[in-house]
């Protein structure tokens, strides 16, 4: 049988400084959300706009880069995987969660923006896999 594809790619700009933990076995995470805006003008040339906010998590390496260079506020390209998570709440409702685990992040942006800009990064997700080996975007990247 073939894969399908779980593929999500976003810019936007974080709501907040990311949570930065390590679980018990010193593996580190990093949540954070996104803020993902659109403008248009309406049938009456109105301005209109809409945000979207997008959960993400990290693991690893990564979530360390992460929580030492994301602020709230600054720009930021990620890529991943959509996941959705359930749990029981106090009262033992069941709750849902979707979120981006996170592969690939750029930080975007000028120096005097919020974000800054760096090279790209890649994590191993919490079962060791990888994306890839290589790191796209780096200059050797460029054909010309």
């Known amino acids: 049988m073939a894969n399908d594809l779980n593929l999500c790619q976003f810019i936007g700009r974080l709501g907040r400084d990311p949570e930065l933990s390590y679980l018990s076995n010193g593996t580190a995470v990093a949540k954070f959300s996104i803020a993902c805006g659109e403008q248009w003008k309406d049938k009456d040339g109105q301005k209109q706009e809409k945000t979207e906010w997008v959960n993400c998590v990290a693991w690893q390496k990564l979530a360390e880069i992460i929580g030492k260079y994301l602020t709230?506020?600054?720009?930021?390209?990620?890529?991943?995987?959509?996941?959705?998570?359930?749990?029981?709440?106090?009262?033992?409702?069941?709750?849902?969660?979707?979120?981006?685990v996170v592969?690939?992040?750029?930080?975007?942006?000028?120096?005097?923006d919020s974000g800054s800009q760096g090279s790209p990064a890649e994590s191993r997700g919490p079962e060791g896999t990888n994306s890839g080996d290589s790191v796209p975007g780096t200059d050797d990247d460029i054909p010309f």
């Open 72 to 100: 709230k506020g600054g720009q930021v390209y990620i890529s991943g995987k959509m996941q959705t998570r359930k749990w029981d709440d106090k009262e033992g409702n069941k709750r849902y969660s979707t979120e981006v």
């Open 103 to 112: 592969n690939q992040m750029q930080m975007l942006g000028s120096k005097g």
